[in-house]
């Protein structure tokens, strides 16, 4: 099983630059997230989506845009890249009701540099 | 989601019990209590999950008090690869599904 997939796994941006941040899962679950993680701290959740064509903001979505156009696949877009956005991205997906057994699951993690 | 509440470190060393603690007053009846481990450059990965009463899997248990407002996991034994940050989630995730981790709590074990 291939899990949670993100790509790219490094990546150097310039200030003002835009990319994607691609992310997808093979186990059809409903729930995907975004959290980023700067160094020493925790993970703050940028975007969610609970279903195909259905999303929402966390607790730090500016800059960033998501969509869920299929339920495999949660592409994070930086629209301007700033330094502050300098940190590890990852993804996350799970089940949408946390029954016995159910639980997240992570990608490896993107980590972007902007300069 | 219910709020938690958790240590921000803990200290050990290598062969000891370790018991973290956290806290969610404000639990609600369909809430599960879930506990995820984090290494250094690396996402978090699921340890143990438990609703009532004590759970125990080849890595930790969770004990739940009757009230269900707080939740304590202890690892046994650990030893420094068990060094990471652990964060406590609580929720059932039904509907609006907004999951904060917080900072959750670093574990240094020392030899």
């Known amino acids: 099983n291939a899990g949670v997939t993100q790509t790219p796994k490094f990546q150097v941006l310039k200030t003002g630059q835009s990319m994607t941040l691609q992310c997808a899962q093979d186990?059809?679950?409903?729930?995907m997230s975004w959290y980023r993680q700067d160094p020493g701290m925790g993970l703050r959740l940028i975007h969610y989506?609970?279903?195909?064509?259905?999303?929402d903001q966390g607790e730090v979505p500016n800059g960033y845009n998501v969509s869920r156009s299929t339920t495999e696949d949660f592409p994070l877009r930086l629209l301007s890249a700033a330094p502050s956005q300098t940190s590890v991205y990852f993804c996350?997906?799970?089940?949408?009701?946390?029954?016995?057994?159910?639980?997240?699951?992570f990608g490896e993690g993107s980590w972007l540099t902007v300069v | 989601l219910a709020k938690t509440t958790q240590p921000i470190s803990m200290d050990s060393y290598e062969g000891q019990e370790v018991n973290i603690t956290c806290s969610h007053n404000?639990?609600?009846?369909?809430?599960?209590i879930t506990w995820y481990q984090q290494f250094p450059s690396q996402g978090p990965r699921f340890i143990i999950q438990?609703?009532?009463t004590k759970v125990t899997n080849e890595v930790a248990s969770l004990f739940i008090p009757a009230d269900r407002k707080s939740s304590t996991l202890s690892l046994p034994r650990v030893s420094l690869s068990d060094t990471a940050v652990y964060y406590c989630?609580?929720?059932?995730?039904?509907?609006?599904?907004?999951?904060?981790f917080g900072a959750g709590t670093r574990l240094f074990v020392k030899a």
């Open positions: 989506s609970v279903g195909a064509g259905i999303t």
């Open positions: 186990m059809n679950h409903e729930y």
């Open positions: 989630l609580v929720g059932d995730k039904t509907g609006g599904f907004k999951t904060i």
């Open positions: 404000n639990i609600a009846t369909n809430d599960y």
């Open positions: 438990g609703y009532k």
């Open positions: 996350a997906s799970s089940y949408r009701q946390v029954t016995s057994g159910n639980t997240i699951y």
